[in-house]
C-alpha cells in the first residue's frame, strides 16, 4: 500500500513536470508565432476575432513539436529534483529499487507516446488545416491598414491601391484603385461599414476599363461603392501536406510516391516512438553512486547525448526518404534502440553498489 502511494506520487511529480514544461514551451513558441503573425491584421487587414481564432488553431501544432524536448527536460529536472531533496531515497529504504522506478519512468513515456500519437496523426493536422480555412474564408474589416496613403497597397490577389492622403478616420484622397483591366480615380473617398463587412466610397471620379474589343470605356461618377469582401488575401489558403489528414496523405503517397508525403508519414509515425528512448535514457541518472562515477558528469553526458539523439531523430526523418538505408535505419531504430538500452540500463544500474 505504501509502495503504491509512493509510486504514485513519482508518477503525478513527472506529469506535473511534463505538463508544466510543455505548457511554458508551447506558451512560449505560442506568443512568438501569435507576434509573427499580427502583420495578418496591420498588413491584410484581417479582423481581431479571425486573428484571435486563427492563432488558438495553432496551439496543438506546437505543443506536438515540442512534446519529445519537454520530456527530456521534465525528465532531468524531477529526477535531479528528487535526488536533491533525498526524496529517493525514502523508495530505496521502502523496497523501491532504481529498475523499477525504470520501468514507471518507461510506462509515463507510453502514456505520453500515446497522447503524442493522438496529436500527430489527428489533432495537429486538423487543427492547423482549420486556421488555414479561417484564412481562406475571412473578410476583413481594418480596411484602413489596406489605404495606407502614399503606397501601392497589394494585400488583395488582383487589386492594388494608392491613396494620396489618409487621415486613419476613413477619409481618403486621390484614390487610385487598379483591378484587373479597370482603373478607378477618385478625387475623394470614404471607408464605410454596412453590416459587418467593409466597402470604399469613392466621390467624383472616372472608370478606366478595357472592353472585349480591347478599347477603353470611360465612365464618369459622382459617387459610387466598391466592395472589398469579394478579394481573398494573397495567403495561400490550400492546405499543406502537414495540415492534412493521416489517411489523405498514405492515399496520396501511394497514388504519387511523393517524397515530401513520405516524410510526413514517417514524421508523424516515428517521432512519437522515440519518447520512449528518451526515457529510458533519462533513467541513466538514477545512478548515485558517486564514489565510482562522478554523477554530474554522468547527467551531462546523458542530457547532451539525449540532445543529440533528438537531432538525429531530424536529419534521421530527412534522410529517411532519400536513401532506403537511411529508411530502414529509421524503421528499427525505435525497437532494436530502446531494447539495446534498456539491457544497457539495467546492466549500468547493476553495476552500482548495493551500498548506494
Known amino acids: 500500500m505504501f509502495k503504491n502511494k509512493l509510486k504514485n506520487y513519482f508518477t503525478t511529480e513527472i506529469l506535473k513536470s511534463y505538463v508544466f514544461v510543455l505548457a511554458t514551451l508551447s506558451l512560449l513558441m505560442w506568443v512568438t508565432q ?22 488558438l488553431f495553432l496551439i496543438p501544432k506546437n505543443i506536438s513539436q515540442l512534446m519529445v524536448i519537454s520530456l527530456l527536460i521534465s525528465l532531468f529536472l524531477s529526477i535531479m529534483k528528487l535526488q536533491t531533496n533525498k526524496e529517493l531515497e525514502i523508495y530505496w529504504l521502502s523496497g523501491i529499487g532504481k529498475r523499477e522506478i525504470s520501468f514507471l519512468i518507461i510506462k509515463i513515456s507510453l502514456v505520453v507516446t500515446a497522447v503524442a500519437f493522438f496529436l500527430f496523426l489527428y489533432l495537429a493536422p486538423i487543427s492547423s488545416q482549420k486556421s488555414r480555412m479561417i484564412l481562406a474564408k475571412s473578410e476583413f474589416s481594418l480596411v484602413n491598414t489596406l489605404v495606407k496613403k502614399n503606397n501601392f497597397n497589394s494585400p488583395l490577389k488582383g487589386l492594388t491601391i494608392f491613396v494620396n492622403k489618409n487621415d486613419n478616420r476613413g477619409n481618403l484622397e486621390k484614390v487610385y484603385i487598379f483591378e484587373n483591366d479597370k482603373t478607378i480615380i477618385s478625387k475623394k473617398g470614404r471607408v464605410l461599414n454596412k453590416e459587418s463587412k467593409n466597402y470604399l466610397e469613392l466621390i467624383d471620379g472616372i472608370v478606366h476599363e478595357k472592353n472585349s474589343n480591347n478599347n477603353i470605356t470611360t465612365v464618369k461618377f459622382d459617387k459610387t461603392l466598391f466592395d472589398f469582401t469579394k478579394y481573398q ?24 510516391n511523393n517524397s515530401s508525403v513520405l516524410y510526413e508519414i514517417h514524421k508523424r509515425i516515428f517521432t512519437p516512438l522515440f519518447l520512449p528512448i528518451i526515457a529510458i535514457m533519462c533513467c541513466f541518472i538514477l545512478y548515485s553512486n558517486s564514489e565510482k562515477i562522478n554523477l554530474n558528469k554522468i547527467r551531462v553526458f546523458i542530457f ?17 526518404v532519400t536513401s532506403i538505408y537511411f529508411k530502414y535505419l529509421l524503421y528499427s531504430t525505435p525497437a532494436l534502440g530502446g531494447y539495446f538500452l534498456h539491457a544497457l540500463l539495467i546492466k549500468f544500474l547493476k553495476s552500482e553498489a548495493t551500498s548506494s
Do not use: C, H
Not at 484581417?46 to 492563432?55: E, G, N, Q, S, V
Not at 495567403?235 to 492515399?251: A, D, G, M
Not at 538525429?312 to 526523418?317: D, G, H, S
Open 34 to 55: 501569435a507576434a509573427r503573425f499580427l502583420y495578418l491584421v496591420t498588413d491584410t487587414g484581417l479582423d481581431m476575432t479571425t486573428y484571435t481564432k486563427y492563432i
Open 233 to 256: 488575401t494573397n495567403i495561400v489558403v490550400q492546405p499543406k501536406f502537414q495540415e492534412r489528414s493521416f489517411s489523405w496523405i498514405l492515399t496520396e503517397y501511394i497514388k504519387t
Open 304 to 320: 547532451s547525448l539525449s540532445t543529440l539523439l533528438i537531432i538525429f531523430l531530424e536529419v534521421l526523418l530527412n534522410l529517411s
